[in-house]
Structure formats: C-alpha cells, structure tokens
C-alpha cells in the first residue's frame, strides 16, 4: 500500500452485488471500502468530512447519476482520484468534462483495476 498507510475507496453503485464485487477487489488489495448507493448519497459523504483516496463511480443511479456527483464533487474540490465504471463507453467524454481521472469497462476485471490503481501509485 502506498506509503504503508490504510487506502480508502469509496464505492458508488445502485447494485448491491456490484458494489460487493469491486469491495471484494478493493479489500483484497489491502482498501478499506465504504459503499453508496447512489451519487447524491457519496456526495453526501464528502459533505460529511470523509476522506478517501479513491472514488470508483458507476454512471446510471437512480437519484443522482455519476457525472453528476462528480461534477458536484469536482465543483467542491474533491481531489481524490475518481474513476468512472460503465458499460456505454459513449458516455466517457461526458466523464472527461465532469473531471474522471480514468475509465474501466463493465464488467471489470481484477487486473485492470490493479493496473490502473498502480498509475495512480496507490498501490506498492
């Protein structure tokens, strides 16, 4: 882990057992993973004080999708990484404009989330 010290995620998701299966992923990788079931409620989050280092956002919610939490997150100041996870990549200049740092494609796969945790170097 980066540093040595405790990574936190946070992951945003309408479906429950999407947001277990990247958790899984992210736990096994050493992160200490919060869940949300929706942008509104990670925005939330933020709002609260909550820090994490890395933000995995699904885009199609049900009360607010996640270009626009992270454009509200963004307008915040949120620095933390934020990563886009969907299945129409046709939506990833939307993303670009609201302030992702990077995409992964529905369904993903262990390793290219690994691959793009170590370009963030939140990973050893």
Do not use: Q, W
Request: glycine share 6%; aromatic share 8%; net charge negative.
């Amino acid at each position: 882990m980066a540093s040595g010290r405790v990574v936190k995620a946070l992951v945003v998701d309408d479906k429950y057992l999407i947001r277990k299966i990247y958790g899984t992923m992210l736990v096994r990788l050493g992160f200490e993973v919060t869940e949300a079931e929706d942008g509104e409620v990670a925005v939330n989050y933020f709002v609260e004080g909550n820090e994490y280092d890395l933000v995995l956002m699904d885009k199609e919610m049900k009360v607010m999708n996640g270009v626009e939490a992270i454009r509200t997150l963004k307008t915040m100041g949120v620095k933390e990484k934020m990563v886009a996870i969907t299945s129409d990549e046709s939506c990833n200049e939307a993303f670009l404009e609201a302030g992702v740092d990077a995409f992964l494609t529905k369904p993903v796969k262990f390793a290219e989330l690994t691959s793009v945790l170590k370009t963030f170097d939140l990973l050893n």
